[in-house]
């Protein structure tokens, strides 16, 4: 029998962790410099040495770009507050519904709020022995799906009793995945009011350097890339699908072909109809809704291009909630 003054303590649940990069808490200038200062300080993202690479940040960086970033994120911004958010929030709560009390589902952001750690301990003090945490990145990278668990790694150095883990593998080749992006963007297609020429799958860049030190990224959009193609290709047999790298940064060596470079190339060479999806993105984000929707359509046409559409994540719909139950009802096996 448990003694008069022994803590309470909740025990013997599963939870189940979704996480993604992350997102300032406002459109403005001190919100984006917090996050951008949190973010660009993550030596898995910036692979410069500190002593090199903080002045730039401090006395360069963080007192240019958070007002240029603060204008994007005005732009997509919702009265739900940031889409990236919103939509992850709805993806936790679609996939809660689908569980029918199999596990506790919570959702957290690598940068910003809520964080891993402070959701981490909710899910403890809940009850959860196990935990299932889900990066929500489909193609592995050293700078986002292992700077989660340098996060999970640093709540776990500080919790006294802690909780089972386990991880979401990378699924940016799992037959769900792609099943569900093919029947989401063929959707997506066939309501457009114009016939695409070209489908331009764009992941999110990273440094030519995480390639040649081995990180296997660019391999696994590349796979993403040509399995989709090979789908869609017998639904949409004139459709030609390209693949490229957006959101640079710096000026060292990236990925490529650019995304933009590919755009404005397209339209300079006679293409007048091209829709634009983002298959490494698990939900719509200022990457998506500015850099391409925006940005993007100014390169499109400017250079001569005339239909333009930006087709839509995955985010909380019915194939993608279902893409998400299959993965996580596989790692929960056992459980």
């Given at each position: ?7 309470d ?7 189940v962790?979704?996480?993604n990069?992350g997102t300032p808490d406002?459109?403005t ?5 917090r ?8 030596p898995r ?6 002593l ?5 940040l ?7 770009r ?5 204008h ?15 939509i992850?929030?709805?993806?936790a ?11 506790v589902v919570d ?5 910003g ?21 889900a990066?929500?990145?489909p193609q ?43 029947a ?7 309501a457009l ?8 799958l ?10 040649d030190?081995?990180d ?18 017998s ?7 390209e693949?490229?790298f957006q ?20 339209a300079?060479a006679?293409?007048r ?11 719509d ?29 995955l ?21």
């Amino acid at each position: 029998m448990r003694p008069a003054d022994h803590p309470d303590a909740r025990t013997g649940r599963i939870g189940v962790l979704l996480v993604n990069l992350g997102t300032p808490d406002a459109p403005t200038a001190p919100a984006v410099r917090r996050y951008l200062g949190e973010f660009l300080s993550d030596p898995r993202v910036v692979e410069i040495p500190a002593l090199v690479w903080k002045p730039i940040l401090h006395g360069v960086i963080l007192r240019t770009r958070p007002a240029k970033s603060a204008h994007a994120y005005g732009q997509v911004w919702t009265e739900a507050g940031s889409p990236l958010a919103a939509i992850t929030a709805a993806q936790a709560r679609g996939l809660q519904e689908r569980l029918n009390g199999r596990a506790v589902v919570d959702w957290a952001m690598r940068y910003g709020n809520p964080s891993i750690p402070e959701r981490l301990q909710a899910m403890k003090d809940a009850g959860c022995e196990r935990i299932l945490i889900a990066p929500l990145y489909p193609q592995y990278s050293g700078a986002t799906t292992a700077s989660v668990w340098d996060k999970v790694g640093e709540a776990m150095a500080r919790m006294r009793w802690q909780p089972a883990l386990r991880s979401l593998p990378p699924y940016y080749d799992d037959p769900a995945h792609i099943d569900a992006l093919e029947a989401d963007l063929a959707r997506q297609i066939e309501a457009l009011a114009f016939v695409p020429e070209v489908l331009l799958l764009s992941f999110h860049g990273m440094p030519q350097r995480t390639l040649d030190l081995g990180d296997p990224y660019h391999c696994h959009c590349r796979k993403t890339a040509r399995l989709l193609a090979g789908r869609l290709a017998s639904r949409f047999a004139d459709l030609r699908v390209e693949t490229a790298f957006q959101s640079r940064f710096g000026r060292a060596k990236w990925l490529e072909p650019a995304t933009e470079s590919v755009l404005e190339a397209e339209a300079k060479a006679g293409t007048r109809g091209l829709a634009i999806a983002a298959p490494g993105f698990s939900a719509d984000c200022v990457e998506t809704l500015e850099e391409l929707a925006i940005r993007g359509r100014e390169v499109f046409e400017a250079a001569g291009g005339k239909d333009f559409a930006v087709l839509s994540c995955l985010n909380d719909t019915g194939v993608g909630i279902d893409m998400l139950e299959t993965l996580v009802r596989r790692e929960l096996s056992g459980w």
